[in-house]
C-alpha cells in the first residue's frame, strides 16, 4: 500500500529557534494536509495543500505542497514552549478518497 | 475545538466486557470515520462512512461493530476484546467524498481504550 516517509522522527530543539520537518512518498498525491497532536488528545488540522508549488502559512507555520506532487514541508519559525506535540502528515493519494498517514515528528521545545 | 466529541475519553474493560464508543460531529459534514492509533505506528483507518453507509471495512476484526445511524453520530461497538486492542480510538469527519474531493478531515479528541 502506499506509505508516507516523515522526517525526523524526533526534534529537540531551544525556544526560538526554527524547525523544519517533511514527508516524502513514491506515489501522486492530490492533498496535503499538516496536523499536530497535543499529548491525550486528537490531531488538529494546521494547514491543507491543494495544489502543486502551493505554499500557506498559518502564523509562525508555513507550509509547501511539493513541484513532483510526492513531498511536502513544513516549517515552524521562531518556535515557543506550546508547538511541543507531535505532527502529522497525511496525503491524499491521486485516484482515492482516503488519506495516508505519516508516523509523526515528535517536537520538544526547550525554554 | 467542540466539532467533533467524542465519549468516554478513557475506558477500561475486562476481555469478556460489551461497551461502545460515541462520536457525534457538529460541522454539517456526511462522512465519518474510525481510526485506531498505537504508538510508534500511523494512523490505521477502521471504517468509512458516507452519508451513514458503510464504504470501507480496512479487515476489521468483527469484535468491532460500527453503527452510523444519521451523520452526525457514529458507534463503535465492542465485545470479547484483546489486550493489543488496548489504543487511542479517533472518531474523524469530512464533508460527502467523491471523485475529486479533497478530503480534509476533522478528529475528535478520542477515546483511551485499554483491555486488561
Known amino acids: 500500500g502506499q506509505q508516507l516517509n516523515q522526517s525526523p522522527q524526533s526534534m529537540f530543539i531551544q525556544e526560538g529557534e526554527d524547525v523544519s520537518m517533511n514527508c516524502t512518498s513514491s506515489s501522486i498525491f492530490n492533498t496535503w494536509l499538516w496536523y499536530k497532536q497535543d499529548p491525550g488528545e486528537g490531531p488538529v488540522l494546521l494547514i491543507a495543500l491543494y495544489k502543486a508549488g502551493e505554499l500557506t502559512s498559518n502564523g509562525r507555520l508555513t507550509a509547501q505542497f511539493g513541484i513532483t506532487r510526492k513531498d511536502s514541508f513544513l516549517n515552524i519559525s521562531a518556535s515557543i514552549p506550546s508547538d511541543v506535540g507531535i505532527y502529522f502528515c497525511a496525503g491524499q493519494p491521486r485516484g482515492s478518497e482516503k488519506l495516508v498517514f505519516g508516523k509523526g515528528t515528535k517536537l520538544t521545545v526547550n525554554p | 475545538e467542540t466539532g467533533v466529541t467524542q465519549t468516554p475519553r478513557h475506558l477500561v474493560m475486562g476481555m469478556t466486557n460489551k461497551k461502545s464508543l460515541k462520536c457525534e460531529q457538529h460541522?454539517?459534514?456526511?462522512?465519518m470515520y474510525w481510526y485506531k492509533q498505537s504508538a510508534k505506528k500511523p494512523l490505521e483507518l477502521m471504517f468509512v462512512y458516507n452519508f451513514k453507509e458503510q464504504t470501507e471495512n480496512n479487515s476489521v476484526p468483527s469484535r468491532f461493530s460500527p453503527e452510523c445511524p444519521n451523520s452526525s453520530h457514529l458507534f463503535l461497538h465492542l465485545h470479547t476484546l484483546q489486550p493489543e486492542d488496548s489504543a487511542l480510538y479517533l472518531c474523524?469527519?469530512?464533508?460527502?467524498?467523491?471523485?475529486?474531493?479533497?478530503?480534509?478531515?476533522?478528529f475528535g479528541p478520542g477515546t483511551r481504550l485499554t483491555v486488561l
Open positions: 460541522l454539517g459534514h456526511n462522512a
Open positions: 474523524a469527519s469530512s464533508h460527502f467524498l467523491t471523485g475529486g474531493t479533497h478530503n480534509e478531515q476533522f
